[in-house]
């Protein structure tokens, strides 16, 4: 049993997307990937971290998703991969409920750590499309110069899931050092393939016969699209639910729309920050060592590189936010268009689905966005239906 259990920003996306997509290739060589998709990594990890929801989250409740994961891992021929990066997050009850739940299989930690000087500009880059307001430059004082220097660091988020040693103490407990791998990710500049070898050689996979092009990174703003999508979270209501915020404005607006690839301006570490970064990468890179875990890759990949330099985002004039606003206006109005069946062209993707829905499912979504009672029933109906496919997967179980 191998779980993968981050580290947040360490291609944690590049390697699920890999898995998920190869998965019959894996399947053949005996590797699991238990659930029907990925989502049920998610909830089985919201479930052990005894994430509270929102009553009126559509995707249902998250109770014994957990627990279902892994049964459907111990069933694996050879071996199952349980990855989501949040797993880092856990405290140490829950850190021990998840590997007793294996009972007596052979478990393998997998976790993957990144230098700080490329962690921090992502880790703020994701925070906000996760509906933070904090500016670049107040987020890094928080982090470096108060939070850093904490006896328990781990009660602020970004601690909680990059401090590293403190990790890896909680999840190997009662595992040999040798079941305990870390992973070093690559440098700026590095092939593509290089991450997963390095994972693939953990689990057992043959890399060669996996297509990596299938799977993309997780996408990056560049300086201008991350502001833009800042100010955006300082003007939304409180009252708009974070379940509705992730699906619209993170996966249509920030991973859609505000995408803009190599033309983007990266955000990169301040010059007066780069040697706590550079110590810090060191700090981890030692302790590493004396550790005893089996370190995949280099350990002089945490050493950060000279710092390139960058614009702040609070640099920015307003005429360059206007390009950033003006695609995420037209991708959201683009989106809301489809759910009423009007189909732009051409269409290249649909952000809210992974196909066209029929004309008769189009007009209920139609008639749920205008009717606050339709959009009730509409919900009722998420959760009748999640509640069904539950029942089923339990009977399935039962039977097995």
């Known amino acids: 049993m191998y ?8 291609g944690s996306t590049h390697l699920q997307q890999v898995m998920w997509r190869n998965r019959a290739a894996l399947a053949r060589t005996g590797l699991m990937l238990p659930g029907p998709r990925p989502l049920a990594h998610w909830r089985a990890t919201q479930d052990l971290r005894e994430v509270e929801q929102l009553p009126n989250d559509p995707i249902g409740p998250h109770a014994g998703a957990w627990d279902r994961l892994v049964r459907q891992a111990l069933r694996a021929p050879r071996a199952a991969v349980i990855s989501h990066e949040l797993l880092a997050a856990v405290s140490e009850a829950q850190a021990r409920r998840a590997l007793d739940s294996f009972g007596e299989a052979e478990i393998h930690v997998i976790h993957a750590v990144r230098d700080f000087a490329t962690l921090l500009p992502a880790e703020w880059q994701e925070s906000v499309k996760h509906r933070s307001t904090r500016s670049w430059p107040d987020w890094l004082r928080d982090v470096i110069d108060q939070e850093a220097e904490s006896a328990d660091r781990r009660q602020w988020w970004f601690w909680r899931v990059h401090d590293s040693l403190e990790i890896l103490r909680i999840w190997s407990a009662g595992l040999p050092p040798e079941c305990v791998h870390v992973v070093t990710v690559p440098p700026r500049g590095s092939s593509p393939d290089v991450l997963w070898r390095r994972f693939a050689g953990i689990v057992g996979a043959d890399h060669k016969s996996i297509d990596v092009t299938r799977a993309s990174t997780n996408p990056s703003l560049g300086i201008a699209e991350v502001e833009y999508l800042r100010r955006l979270n300082l003007e939304l209501p ?20 505000l995408t803009n690839g190599s033309k983007a301006e990266r955000l990169e570490l301040p010059a007066e ?48 936010l206007l390009g950033p606003s003006l695609a995420a206006t037209t991708t959201l109005l683009t989106a809301i268009a489809a759910t009423q069946g009007v189909a732009a062209e051409p269409v290249e993707s649909d952000p809210l689905g992974s196909k066209t829905p029929s004309k008769i499912k189009q007009a209920v979504i139609a008639m749920s966005l205008r009717s606050q009672t339709a959009h009730r029933l509409r919900r009722g109906y998420w959760h009748v239906a999640n509640a069904r496919r539950r ?10």
């Open 238 to 257: 409180e009252e708009i639910p974070d379940w509705f915020y992730m699906r619209t404005v993170k996966e249509v607006i920030a991973n859609s729309a």
């Open 273 to 320: 920050r780069h040697e706590w970064a550079r110590q810090q990468s060191r700090w981890l890179a030692d302790g590493l060592q004396r550790s005893g875990f089996d370190i995949v890759g280099d350990l002089d990949d945490l050493v950060p590189f000279e710092p390139l330099g960058s614009r702040s985002p609070a640099d920015l004039d307003e005429e360059e």
């Open 391 to 400: 029942i089923r997967r339990a009977s399935r179980d039962r039977a097995a």
């Open 3 to 10: 779980l993968h259990i981050g580290e947040p920003k360490t």
